[in-house]
């Protein structure tokens, strides 16, 4: 089993700055991919960004904000967003996966106007 914490989420205001990590413990593969959701209220989830096997993907609307990075020795992946705007509101989830898919609890971050 794998368990992701997240942390790092919270209230800011619109063109300020985030940073979100997971951590991932138990028996993780060697090989997956590591990643951030988010989902706003009544919206479904969404990719933000994802990085494994030498590569990332961002979702469009935070291309050119937000930077996906990992730290394969802590076992942690980071987001660091910037630029932040009010529609970047909702419920920040990290993901891992290799033959199966692993969600961590999920971290608020709200944008203000």
């Known amino acids: 089993q794998v368990q992701l914490v997240e942390s790092g989420g919270g209230l800011v205001q619109t063109g300020g700055s985030l940073r979100l990590s997971c951590a991932a413990s138990?028996?993780?593969?060697?090989?997956?991919?590591m990643g951030w959701y988010r989902q706003a209220p009544g919206k479904q989830r969404e990719l933000v960004a994802t990085?494994?096997?030498?590569?990332?993907n961002y979702g469009d609307s935070v291309k050119g904000r937000f930077t996906i990075s990992r730290d394969n020795a802590k076992n942690t992946v980071y987001l660091q967003m910037n630029s932040l705007k009010p529609e970047d509101t909702g419920v920040y989830y990290c993901?891992?996966?290799?033959?199966?898919?692993?969600w961590g609890q999920g971290t608020q971050v709200t944008v203000s106007s």
């Open positions: 993901s891992l996966s290799a033959r199966e898919d692993y």
């Open positions: 138990g028996s993780i593969p060697s090989f997956s991919a």
């Open positions: 990085t494994g096997g030498g590569l990332t």
